[in-house]
């Protein structure tokens, strides 16, 4: 008795036994075959359900006739696989199963074999082939994963149905009684077979069934709906398989040959055959198939993970944490609206997508930030719900764009999700063009929409070197946006960029900016290694195309960003020098132009003079709130203003961006304050951190501040801190608290230090970390000619400008004014600080201080 013979093809130069040829009497099949794989008006899933049925007639004929005459019952004959799902390609196996009772005689019953398989054999095509009875069946299916797979199709032929329907039933109650342990074995061969053949839809040559992404995949993602643990996202699903399955019907009746693979040669002619434009068109509806399979596949295989860890948990446990938690997951907060819930980013129950058009932009931020994936569920309520947002954008939506921008790689899944969703286009209209863009090029490891992230995420590790990161940013998004329209990319992007960098609410300096880089980012890198830079007239040629050292700053970071994400030949240690070489050429020849971004001291509003005065007179710190546009909502400290709500009044639930709190803090407080030990003319000490370590505690996030000292000579100097704050969660705490906290910061009695370490503490535990560059303190020189300037550039966290001006205390300087700013997740800081005898510092003293501030950062 034959238990199981796997074959591809039949022996060379073989016949039918009993020296029948193959087209008598079964002669009709291989000419009806041909007819329909000629016939032009029955293409795409009718074409291979017809042959799939015209095979099914021939094999059933075949079992009928020559079972019957060996007197042979008891017998079934089965497809499995894809023949089993009734979707034959031209020329795709024929997966076959000749079932049996296990009462046959065992060489009868080889004989119907061979009268079955070898004139399958006889028309060269290929055959996968086994002889079991259901006991025999089963057996290998708990073996072997891929027989168990191909049963999950089986689909009876001809023969006895009750053995077919014995089967069946079978394969799905031992696949589901499996599945906990058979999935993950599913989910490596995935991963396995992805490791060798790569994601399908970046290949130039393509393999359309094995690649990840491909009909692989599809098919393992129908075993896991099957086993009724998961189930994969529906939305296009079934019509990106039929598009991959089209283009290999194409693809095989255009070769001749039983091949997956979309070689450049045949891109053409398969074009042609689907009725496309050309290679590109195909290339790019191909990696839109491959790209929603293997999202599907992301998100039911995180789905089926989520499962089995919750079944993983002992009975006991798992009792435990019912009755805590009711079944619920525990929820970690993220971001307002958004929180951490097992393993995923989702919205907060509070959250009301439908009021808030920056949820979504909130959320995938939170998410990147976080290392989490964001919720499918999530993702969906908000494109449902959520408004459009206004145009331009409001600065909150700008700067989590930027945030979610800057978290490095987790960026790449959460920005798919989005995208997967329909959320991108949306939200930048422009990015359809792009979107699985194929490149030509070999050096291209990308499509352009990928590429355009991979910079981004490149350039995230470049925020340090740069004094905007959030234009550095955005300009990696965009520098390519150009391609697919005719002409010169760089010429056609720098018009796109500043028409989106206005939509995004940039203002008109910095959307200059953004399409300088865009429309210059190759600039550096051809020139440097194409032309001669001794030459005076190549440098100045690049010095009057980027116009200032600060846009050139950017340009240098964005070319490198943009190589590494190219592929590995587009960017060494060689061309590296040489892009560092023309960099330092150029800024010499810019290095008489002001610097417009670094500030000294400006003037006091009348607003600061007011809170002065009345610092001055109650001896002790005064606060006030602003809404942007709007009077003070609260003050703390002095007289109420004029429009002020007063502590009994609860702010809204979410605030907008971009709150001012003004705090005014006298150097010589009132009696029975501790007085500052700042010498004379120098502000308050340890103002600064504490100040800053109050925001912390209560959670508000600080997106840009300024320091300023008012110092008349017959009334003593005050303290002037600008903030514009924006609560991570809920709403903003009333002034009178955040006063009354720095009033214990500043006597000593609030150890902010080890409040801030017991939350970070906490934050850790749960939360993933994400890799970002470290910190990176330096000496400005040359910015001002009455202070030192220290520059900060670090990942943005809790406590971050505490710390910063605790080291500089430390370091015995005076702050004589600062200039933060928040972009995105990095935090740009400028410190103007003076000796005990408000001086400049010493440049050995000033690297000095710049080296203890890194350290006290690392």
Same mark, same amino acid.
């Given at each position: 008795?034959?238990?199981?013979?796997?074959?591809?093809?039949?022996?060379?130069?073989?016949?039918?036994?009993?020296?029948?040829?193959a087209t008598a009497p079964e002669g009709g099949y291989p000419a009806?075959?041909?007819?329909?794989?000629?016939? $032009?008006?029955?293409?795409?899933?009718?074409?291979?359900?017809?042959?799939?049925?015209?095979?099914?007639?021939?094999?059933?004929?075949?079992?009928?006739?020559?079972?019957?005459?060996?007197?042979?019952?008891?017998?079934?004959?089965?497809?499995?696989?894809?023949?089993?799902?009734?979707?034959?390609?031209?020329?795709?196996?024929?997966?076959?199963?000749?079932?049996?009772?296990?009462?046959?005689?065992?060489?009868?019953?080889?004989?119907?074999?061979?009268?079955?398989?070898?004139?399958?054999?006889?028309?060269?095509?290929?055959?996968?082939?086994?002889?079991?009875?259901?006991?025999?069946?089963?057996?290998?299916?708990?073996?072997?994963?891929?027989?168990?797979?191909?049963?999950?199709?089986?689909?009876?032929?001809?023969?006895?149905?009750?053995?077919?329907?014995?089967?069946?039933?079978?394969?799905?109650?031992?696949?589901?009684?499996?599945?906990?342990?058979?999935?993950?074995?599913?989910?490596?061969?995935?991963?396995?077979?992805?490791? #060798?053949?790569?994601?399908?839809?970046?290949?130039?040559?393509?393999?359309?069934?094995?690649?990840?992404?491909?009909?692989?995949?599809?098919?393992?993602?129908?075993?896991?709906?099957?086993? +009724?643990?998961?189930?994969?996202?529906?939305?296009?699903?079934? &019509?990106?398989?039929?598009?991959?399955?089209?283009?290999?019907?194409?693809?095989?009746?255009?070769?001749?040959?039983?091949?997956?693979?979309?070689?450049?040669?045949?891109?053409?002619?398969?074009?042609?055959?689907?009725?496309?434009?050309?290679?590109?068109?195909?290339?790019?509806?191909?990696?839109?198939?491959?790209?929603?399979?293997?999202?599907?596949?992301?998100?039911? +295989?995180?789905?089926?993970?989520?499962?089995?860890?919750?079944?993983?948990?002992?009975?006991?446990?798992?009792?435990?944490?019912?009755?805590?938690?009711?079944?619920?997951?525990?929820r970690s907060p993220l971001a307002e609206g958004v929180v951490e819930?097992?393993?995923?980013?989702?919205?907060?129950?509070?959250?009301?997508?439908?009021?808030?058009?920056?949820?979504?932009?909130?959320?995938?931020?939170?998410?990147?930030?976080?290392?989490?994936?964001?919720?499918?569920?999530?993702?969906? #309520?908000?494109?449902?719900?959520?408004?459009?947002?206004?145009?331009?954008?409001?600065?909150?939506?700008? $700067?989590?764009?930027?945030?979610?921008?800057?978290?490095?790689?987790?960026?790449?899944?959460?920005?798919?999700?989005?995208?997967?969703?329909?959320?991108?286009?949306?939200?930048?209209?422009?990015?359809?063009?792009?979107?699985?863009?194929?490149?030509?090029?070999?050096?291209?490891?990308?499509?352009?929409?990928?590429?355009?992230?991979?910079?981004?995420?490149?350039?995230?590790?470049?925020?340090?070197?740069?004094?905007?990161?959030?234009?550095?940013?955005?300009?990696?998004?965009?520098?390519?946006?150009?391609?697919?329209?005719?002409?010169?990319?760089?010429?056609?992007?720098?018009?796109?960029?500043?028409?989106?960098?206005?939509?995004?609410?940039?203002?008109?300096?910095?959307?200059?900016?953004?399409?300088?880089?865009?429309?210059?980012?190759?600039?550096?890198?051809?020139?440097?290694?194409?032309?001669?830079?001794?030459?005076?007239?190549?440098? /100045?040629?690049?010095?009057?195309?980027?116009?200032?050292?600060?846009?050139?700053?950017?340009?240098?970071?964005?070319?490198?960003?943009?190589?590494?994400?190219?592929?590995?030949?587009?960017?060494?240690?060689?061309?590296?020098?040489?892009?560092?070489?023309?960099?330092?050429?150029?800024?010499?020849?810019?290095?008489?132009?002001?610097?417009?971004?670094?500030?000294?001291?400006?003037?006091?509003?009348?607003?600061?003079?007011?809170?002065?005065?009345?610092?001055?007179?109650?001896?002790?710190?005064?606060?006030?709130?602003?809404?942007?546009?709007?009077?003070?909502?609260?003050?703390?400290?002095?007289?109420?203003?004029?429009?002020?709500?007063?502590?009994?009044?609860?702010?809204?639930?979410?605030?907008?961006?971009?709150?001012?709190?003004?705090?005014?803090?006298?150097?010589?407080?009132?009696?029975?304050?501790?007085?500052?030990?700042?010498?004379?003319? &120098?502000?308050?000490? /340890?103002?600064?951190?504490?100040?800053?370590?109050?925001?912390?505690?209560?959670?508000?996030?600080?997106?840009? &501040?300024?320091?300023?000292?008012?110092?008349?000579?017959?009334?003593?100097?005050?303290?002037?801190?600008? +903030?514009?704050?924006?609560?991570?969660? /809920?709403?903003?705490?009333?002034?009178?608290?955040?006063?009354?906290?720095?009033?214990?910061?500043?006597?000593?009695?609030?150890?902010?230090?080890? #409040?801030?370490?017991?939350?970070?503490?906490?934050?850790?535990?749960?939360?993933?970390?994400?890799?970002?560059?470290?910190? #990176?303190?330096?000496?400005?020189?040359?910015?001002?000619?009455?202070?030192?300037v220290i520059e900060v550039r670090a990942q943005d966290a809790h406590?971050?400008?505490?710390?910063?001006?605790?080291?500089?205390?430390?370091?015995?300087?005076?702050?004589?004014?600062?200039?933060?700013?928040?972009?995105?997740?990095?935090?740009?800081?400028?410190?103007?600080?003076?000796?005990?005898?408000?001086?400049?510092?010493?440049?050995?003293?000033?690297?000095?201080?710049?080296?203890?501030?890194?350290?006290?950062?690392?």
């Amino acid at each position: 008795m034959t238990d199981s013979v796997e074959d591809t093809a039949g022996p060379a130069g073989t016949q039918s036994p009993g020296n029948e040829p193959a087209t008598a009497p079964e002669g009709g099949y291989p000419a009806a075959r041909l007819r329909l794989l000629q016939d $032009e008006t029955t293409t795409g899933p009718d074409r291979r359900a017809a042959l799939a049925r015209l095979t099914d007639d021939w094999l059933a004929g075949l079992l009928a006739r020559h079972g019957s005459a060996a007197g042979l019952s008891g017998t079934a004959l089965v497809a499995v696989g894809g023949y089993g799902r009734g979707e034959l390609s031209p020329r795709s196996d024929l997966d076959l199963v000749l079932l049996h009772d296990g009462r046959a005689d065992a060489g009868a019953l080889a004989a119907l074999a061979d009268r079955l398989w070898y004139p399958v054999w006889d028309l060269g095509l290929a055959l996968d082939h086994s002889v079991r009875t259901p006991a025999q069946a089963r057996k290998a299916a708990r073996e072997d994963l891929k027989v168990q797979l191909g049963l999950l199709d089986a689909r009876h032929l001809a023969g006895d149905p009750d053995l077919t329907a014995e089967v069946r039933t079978a394969a799905y109650a031992d696949w589901r009684e499996s599945a906990p342990k058979r999935l993950p074995e599913l989910r490596d061969l995935c991963q396995e077979r992805a490791e #060798r053949q790569g994601e399908l839809q970046y290949l130039l040559e393509p393999d359309l069934k094995e690649a990840r992404g491909g009909l692989r995949d599809a098919t393992a993602l129908r075993a896991v709906a099957a086993s +009724w643990l998961a189930d994969a996202p529906r939305g296009g699903l079934e &019509a990106a398989r039929t598009r991959l399955l089209d283009a290999r019907d194409a693809l095989h009746l255009t070769t001749g040959r039983a091949t997956d693979r979309l070689s450049l040669q045949d891109q053409d002619q398969v074009a042609t055959a689907l009725g496309m434009l050309d290679a590109d068109a195909l290339l790019r509806q191909t990696y839109e198939s491959a790209r929603t399979i293997s999202y599907a596949a992301d998100v039911t +295989w995180r789905e089926v993970g989520r499962v089995l860890r919750a079944r993983s948990l002992k009975p006991t446990l798992r009792g435990l944490l019912h009755g805590r938690s009711a079944g619920k997951g525990e929820r970690s907060p993220l971001a307002e609206g958004v929180v951490e819930l097992d393993g995923e980013a989702v919205l907060a129950r509070t959250a009301r997508p439908e009021r808030d058009p920056v949820l979504v932009l909130r959320a995938a931020a939170a998410a990147a930030q976080a290392g989490l994936p964001l919720a499918t569920h999530s993702i969906r #309520r908000c494109a449902t719900a959520g408004p459009p947002l206004p145009v331009p954008w409001p600065a909150e939506a700008r $700067e989590q764009l930027v945030t979610l921008l800057g978290a490095g790689t987790p960026t790449v899944p959460v920005w798919e999700a989005l995208e997967a969703e329909g959320i991108i286009p949306r939200l930048l209209p422009d990015w359809e063009r792009v979107r699985c863009r194929p490149q030509r090029n070999p050096v291209h490891t990308w499509t352009v929409d990928r590429h355009l992230v991979e910079t981004a995420v490149r350039a995230a590790a470049l925020t340090r070197r740069v004094h905007r990161p959030d234009l550095l940013l955005v300009a990696a998004l965009l520098h390519d946006i150009g391609k697919g329209w005719p002409g010169d990319h760089s010429v056609a992007g720098e018009t796109i960029a500043r028409d989106v960098a206005a939509r995004l609410g940039f203002d008109a300096r910095d959307t200059t900016v953004i399409a300088t880089l865009v429309r210059h980012h190759l600039l550096l890198i051809e020139t440097a290694t194409r032309r001669d830079l001794d030459d005076p007239a190549t440098i /100045g040629a690049v010095a009057e195309a980027v116009g200032s050292t600060r846009t050139l700053e950017l340009l240098h970071a964005l070319t490198e960003a943009d190589a590494l994400a190219t592929g590995p030949a587009a960017w060494s240690a060689w061309r590296g020098g040489l892009v560092a070489d023309l960099v330092k050429r150029v800024a010499a020849r810019l290095a008489g132009e002001p610097d417009p971004d670094l500030r000294g001291a400006g003037e006091p509003t009348a607003e600061q003079e007011r809170l002065a005065i009345e610092a001055r007179r109650t001896g002790g710190p005064v606060l006030a709130l602003h809404r942007r546009a709007e009077a003070p909502t609260e003050a703390a400290g002095g007289a109420p203003t004029e429009a002020g709500t007063g502590p009994e009044t609860p702010a809204p639930a979410q605030e907008p961006v971009g709150v001012e709190l003004l705090i005014a803090v006298p150097a010589h407080p009132a009696p029975g304050r501790r007085p500052s030990t700042s010498p004379a003319g &120098a502000p308050p000490r /340890g103002v600064l951190p504490a100040a800053a370590g109050v925001l912390a505690l209560h959670r508000l996030t600080v997106r840009a &501040a300024d320091l300023l000292l008012l110092d008349p000579i017959d009334e003593g100097p005050v303290l002037v801190l600008s +903030w514009r704050v924006a609560a991570e969660y /809920g709403s903003l705490p009333q002034a009178d608290r955040l006063r009354a906290d720095l009033l214990r910061a500043l006597d000593g009695t609030l150890d902010i230090p080890a #409040r801030l370490a017991e939350r970070e503490r906490a934050y850790a535990r749960r939360s993933r970390a994400v890799l970002s560059p470290p910190p #990176r303190v330096t000496v400005a020189p040359g910015s001002s000619d009455t202070a030192t300037v220290i520059e900060v550039r670090a990942q943005d966290a809790h406590g971050l400008l505490h710390r910063i001006g605790r080291a500089l205390e430390a370091a015995g300087v005076a702050v004589r004014s600062a200039h933060i700013s928040t972009l995105g997740a990095n935090a740009v800081d400028a410190f103007y600080v003076t000796g005990a005898d408000g001086a400049p510092l010493a440049d050995a003293a000033a690297h000095e201080v710049a080296a203890a501030v890194e350290r006290a950062l690392q």
